[in-house]
């Protein structure tokens, strides 16, 4: 008989075989598609995620550490399952990769393929697979990288002893940089010297532009993800987001992935921090106190309102606010619940507000996760102006009821007290009046717009997945002031019901050519007012020359035309020649008739032209 203790058993798991990973294409691999047995001897995690969900962009910066401190034994494996239609076009996935710094391999799973295989029921969720393939934990929901990390741990001990780990360089293969002046910028600030203030977010930067939106006057931060005080050189931002003007002539900046409050003096280029631990905000945690003693959650725009600094916290689903006064934070409306609930703004329920604008009585705000138009009221009431829920959403005008949004970012108060929505997954900028209830649709093919200014009668759109600031004309009734009893209006063009071809004349300076090197040089964007003036022939396009299809039961409106060309030094021996942009903006107002012309010949001067860049003509 042996008295000797048994030995203590292993931990057991459960060993469910990890199904194989399907889906469209990979992203960050190279071209390769990856397979479970070839990752096999490798710690893998999957993430299941949709861009559009803050949550799963806060576990996106939670796996960042993991991520590294185990890099040669830990393989994450993002699997993006789409929530909105626009989430399932891969373009978009592969431009929300870049966006958010994501430094792993990628599946686009639209039609979710492996979510299904894998029974998941909730974004975000991690699986973690040991390195025999065997499915060891799953766990749905933020905060689990203190838990995983433990595992991982676990697993790299375990299987070093059996000799099944296997050590070395992962699959990812970092995508080629673009030349781009901006990169996914996210909101604008038009700044009393009429320069823009852009928040550069992929590359944790403040930029300002000058008053063409597209010359670069100074960056703000060193371009290193980090959360650093000091001068422009030297500050450091992470994924910075709204922008808001204070009354003393600073900026404050909400510094989204740093869950912190910023503040720039444009006059010094000194960057300081007014709230937030740069720490994400939990459950339990103050919801009030001074600015640097309280966390935030992902704020991401910012608005001057009623004496504050208002703040769309995204991701606790509340509006805050932050006063400068006394430099003290608090919640102003929400619960923390998701959803779209009206009433008193303690009882409110939001889904990740977005985008603030501060009105003469109401604060209006994009509530992106619920599609909808909101505002508060000068009593701290909270309405719906469009919008009904989590899962409703599409493109549809009309009634303010029956309107449709998709996953809207950005809010602008117009001059008549409408405002513009940067609808940004219908890639529109859209209009919601007030005094009538309709929504309608501005302007179309716009690439993820997800902020606009106002610039004189013009509205300047932060286009984020075209990494550009676009000038587009308003429409007349957006810029009528009731007070303005007047204003002055412009010959119309006769011209032919039916087919009008408009051509853009564009020459290139004297000792220039157009820039082709990376694409096109040239930008065409056709809109009308009304837009039914237009059967065909709106939107965007890279030729000057464009046939237009007019509506002969429209008897008059307005052409939005505006070109772009870019031209360079035509000097073979000049390695790094000067390159100019020529862009003008047009609103032709036509009149049909039988004899009116079939042809419209707009000329888009040079710079050594009489009209400059950016000239309103009419010809």
Known sequence: ??????????????????????????????????????????????????????????????????????????????????????????????????????????????????????????????????????IVAQHAGEGHAHAIEKLVEELEAEHAAKGTLRRGDGPYVAPEPEPTVLRFPGKALLLPTGTFLVSDTTRHQLVELAEDGESVLRRIGDGTRGLADGPADRARFQEPQGLAALPDGTVVVADTVN??????????????????????????????GPGREVGLSSPWDVAW????????????????????????????????????????????????????????????????????????????TVHTAVGTGLFDFGH?????????????????????????????????????DPATGQVTTLATDLREPSDAVLVGDDIVVVESARHRLTRLRLPEEAVRVEAVAHRTRREATEVAPGTLRLDVVFQAPAGQKLDTRYGPSTRLLVSATPPELLRSGEGAGTDLRRVLELDSGVPEGVL?????????????????????????????????????????????????????AGADQTP
């Open 1 to 134: 008989m042996n008295d000797a203790p048994a030995p203590t058993p292993a931990p057991r798991r459960a060993r469910v075989r990890a199904p194989e990973l399907r889906g469209r294409s990979w992203i960050n691999t190279g071209g390769k598609e990856l397979s479970l047995a070839e990752l096999r001897g490798r710690i893998v995690v999957l993430d299941f995620w949709t861009f559009c969900c803050v949550n799963c962009l806060h576990v996106l910066d939670e796996l960042r550490e993991l991520e590294e401190k185990h890099r040669d034994t830990l393989v994450i494996v993002g699997v993006h399952s789409p929530k909105f239609a626009h989430e399932a076009e891969h373009r978009a996935v592969v431009d929300a990769v870049e966006r958010y710094g994501v430094e792993h391999p990628v599946l686009d799973d639209p039609e979710l393929a492996t979510w299904k295989q894998y029974a998941v029921r909730a974004w975000p969720t991690l699986v973690v697979i040991d390195p025999e393939g065997h």
């Open 259 to 288: 869950h912190a409050l910023r503040r720039f003096d444009p006059a010094t280029g000194e960057v300081t921090t007014l709230a937030g631990t740069g720490r994400q905000w939990m459950q339990g945690e103050p919801t009030e």
């Open 305 to 380: 309102w009623r004496d504050r600094v208002w703040i769309a916290m995204a991701g606790v689903h509340q509006l805050w606010a932050y006063d400068p006064a006394d430099g003290r934070v608090s919640v102003t409306a929400g619960t923390t619940n998701e959803g779209l609930v009206d009433g008193p703004g303690a009882q409110a329920w939001f889904a990740q507000p977005s985008g603030l604008a501060a009105g003469a009585d109401r604060l209006w705000l994009a509530d992106s996760e619920t599609s909808a138009l909101r505002f508060v009221d000068a009593d701290g």
């Open 396 to 432: 549809r005008d009309g009634e303010a009821g029956q309107a449709l949004l998709q996953h809207p970012l950005g809010v602008t108060v117009l001059p008549d007290g409408s405002v513009a929505v940067a609808d940004t997954y219908n890639h529109a900028l859209r209009r919601y």
């Open 560 to 612: 939005h035309v505006s070109a772009m060309a870019a031209s360079c030094d035509d000097d073979p021996a000049n390695e790094y020649p000067a390159c100019h942009v020529h862009q003008q903006d047009w609103g032709v107002p036509v009149r049909l008739t039988a004899s009116g012309a079939t042809r419209l010949p707009l000329v888009l001067a040079g710079l050594d032209a009489e009209a400059g």
